[in-house]
């Protein structure tokens, strides 16, 4: 063995790659592992999905420190061509080898083979790549008993099972689209990126932030200096729904994909393909469960298996979530191993229970007002536990149900889309997403058409001209709410005349007619009075309070708003009560009272953030902002009026840019006679 130790020290790690970006979590969770040894080998393993750059980035990092490790750089990859483990014995043999043990000695058995590699290279200094491992068990058997030796891992797989042996576990997330920029830019040349950003935002976007995928093309571009990106992407985009059709570099992408779903057990690979088919971005387990129709604990294991494989990942609240290139995968797997009629039923089993979800959330919600669309019996009855868990969900899941929603216009499902409108009213009165929730009414209005169920058609009309108002679009509202009235009356249907005609008062209320508006308030105050609706006449009552206060005929206004809060109290329902409290408070200030006004305001705004309603919350700001400015209180005047900006910037609400004004007050008022469209509500 002396001679040995004249050799030169074995470099086995492949060559760095040219392109290479922004893996410093990476580099750092390395320098920190070898910087902290004491008794034991540092162990990084470094895992995530296929192509993802796992192996890049370990010989990167051992490259650029490679004079750490005079002893040599050893390095194996641990599955064979066709996804086998290579046997541990074998892997030996080859480090044996190269760091100078005669072949003839090396003994037969594995066992035998890892004793004398752990003691062969005690107290070298060397780096050791364990490239795509299959097992933790497989990795264990080749870890040096030297402090002195550190040995990266890389895997498809999580290999968890090597924490127990003070391994560090690093999941390498894809690259930022910041960074895929600029890797692709190093590859085909920054002029060649910036001159067409839109068809490289596209590249970047289906190759889902994968280094793989992103050198793939680019070496395709720097082969062909005369293509265009956009060219490159469209034809990309076409190869990888392709199949063997595809060229051989980007069947490189596919192949990653294939030998991990040919490994997964039935089981595994039925869910894998039905996460395909979700329309939003992740999925819970809930819902998952459901539409395989199978048990909790079998879906549960399936999803665990994909999730150390990499294939899923885990999300927040008991949901899982696939990268984009392997949502795709799963899509297009699912597509070539489903019957069409297969396919649809999977879409449409997550859209029923999304729906379900919706409904049951929206009774939480919303309770006041009864749904033409009927929830159907079961547990999506009992899914929240109370009013916050179900805007907490809708919160969460917004994407995936506007996808969803999304899917079933596309499929034409008449039913689920309108009902999904009538459905979203509640967390909407809160959130106002306004331009998204305009284009699913859109969308409902003509499924309700198509359904022919024209008391639907005619809420749908109304919930849309509402946003119409809300939007300035006043015209439409008033378009929109006169069909609404129409087909109320043509049905004799009270409830849907009275909801038109309110909507029509706002509508007209925007344009700046104030006393159309009361009129039309009047008349369905007195319908929904005829019909025994006692919160459809309180609701009017605070309208017609808003729009007297606005005519400075305040003494009429406190009555009418008053009422209205008696009634809402008694009804339980606490918005609308403070609602109509603090337009009172608005006028009490604007009478002198503003101590008075400013209690009153501050246990409104309370009640307000404890329903988590951020558009309500903003109200209340902004009309305790005008009592403490009015009070001399200028500082909590800024500071309250800031931050119900925000929230309605957050929200997206199209008058977040607007100065805040006095609703109740002279300012509100003339604003909405000139029709600058006073009414936020």
């Known amino acids: 063995m002396d001679d040995t130790q004249e050799r030169p020290p074995p470099v086995q790690i492949p060559a760095p790659v040219g392109g290479f970006v922004s893996r410093e979590a990476a580099f750092d969770l390395m320098d920190r592992t070898w910087q902290r040894r004491v008794d034991r080998p540092p162990v990084v393993v470094l895992t995530g999905i296929g192509g993802v750059g796992k192996t890049t980035v370990a010989v990167r990092w051992l490259s650029d420190r490679r004079d750490r490790f005079p002893g040599g750089l050893l390095y194996t990859r641990l599955t064979e061509a066709g996804g086998d483990p290579v046997p541990v014995g074998e892997v030996l043999f080859g480090f044996l080898v190269a760091i100078g043990v005669p072949a003839d000695t090396i003994p037969p058995r594995s066992a035998q083979r890892s004793a004398l590699f752990r003691a062969a290279i005690a107290g070298r200094f060397v780096g050791i790549l364990l490239d795509d491992a299959v097992s933790a068990g497989q990795v264990r058997a080749l870890l040096p008993a030297t402090a002195s030796a550190m040995v990266v891992v890389t895997s498809r797989r999580q290999l968890s099972g090597l924490a127990m042996d003070g391994a560090e576990l690093l999941d390498l997330p894809p690259l930022t689209p910041d960074d895929a920029r600029r890797l692709l830019g190093e590859v085909v040349g920054p002029e060649r990126v910036d001159a067409e950003p839109d068809a490289t935002g596209t590249i970047i976007e289906i190759c889902g932030g994968l280094p793989l995928a992103l050198g793939i093309i680019g070496a395709r571009l720097r082969a062909r200096p005369l293509r265009s990106m956009a060219r490159e ?117 997550f859209t029923r229970w999304y729906l379900n979800r919706a409904q049951a959330a929206d009774d939480l919600i919303h309770p006041q007002r009864p749904r033409l669309g009927v929830t159907p019996p079961g547990r999506h009855r009992t899914a929240f536990s109370d009013r916050a868990a179900a805007v907490a969900w809708w919160r969460r899941d917004l994407r995936s149900i506007r996808a969803v929603v999304t899917e079933a216009d596309r499929r034409n499902w008449d039913e689920e889309l309108w009902q999904f409108c009538e459905a979203s009213w509640g967390f909407f009165l809160h959130h106002r997403d306004y331009e998204p929730w305009v284009a699913m009414h859109t969308a409902g209005v003509a499924a309700a058409e198509r359904c022919d169920v024209p008391l639907v058609e005619a809420r749908l009309r109304s919930q849309l001209g509402f946003a119409y108002a809300k939007l300035r679009r006043f015209d439409e509202a008033v378009t929109q709410n006169s069909i609404a009235l129409r087909l109320g009356e043509q049905h004799a249907h009270g409830p849907t005349q009275a909801t038109a005609l309110s909507q029509l008062g706002r509508a007209v209320r925007g344009q700046g007619d104030l006393f159309a508006a009361l009129g039309y308030y009047r008349r369905a105050a007195r319908l929904q009075e005829d019909l025994g609706i006692p919160r459809g006449v309180a609701l009017c009552r605070r309208r017609c309070g808003e729009v007297l206060a606005k005519l400075g005929r305040d003494d009429e206004a406190i009555v009418e708003l008053t009422a209205a809060a008696k009634t809402m109290a008694e009804l339980g329902d606490p918005i609308q009560h403070v609602r109509a409290t603090t337009a009172v408070a608005r006028l009490r200030s604007r009478q002198g009272r503003r101590d008075e006004a400013r209690l009153v305001l501050l246990g409104a705004l309370r009640i307000m953030r404890d329903l988590d309603s951020p558009y309500y919350t903003a109200e209340v700001l902004e009309s305790l902002a005008d009592v403490e400015s009015d009070a001399g209180h200028s500082e909590d005047g800024r500071r309250h009026r800031a931050e119900a900006r925000e929230l309605r910037v957050r929200l997206g609400d199209p008058q977040a840019g607007e100065p805040a004004t006095d609703h109740a007050g002279t300012a509100a008022g003339e604003r909405g006679e000139r029709g600058a469209g006073a009414d936020r509500r």
């Open 233 to 349: 992407a469209s034809a990309y985009a076409r190869h990888l729904g392709a199949g063997s059709g595809a060229p051989d570099d980007v069947r490189e992408v596919q192949a990653v994909f294939d030998t991990s779903y040919a490994a997964l057990p039935d089981g595994a690979a039925r869910v894998y393909r039905t996460c395909g088919l979700h329309p939003g971005p992740d999925v819970s387990l809930d819902a998952l469960t459901d539409v395989l129709g199978e048990l909790f604990a079998h879906v549960e294991d399936a999803v665990d298996t994909l999730v150390s494989e990499n294939l899923l990942a885990d999300a927040a609240d008991d949901r899982v979530a696939q990268h984009d290139l392997l949502r795709r995968d799963a899509r297009l797997r699912a597509e070539r191993e489903l019957e069409p009629a297969d396919q649809a039923a999977v879409v449409r089993g």
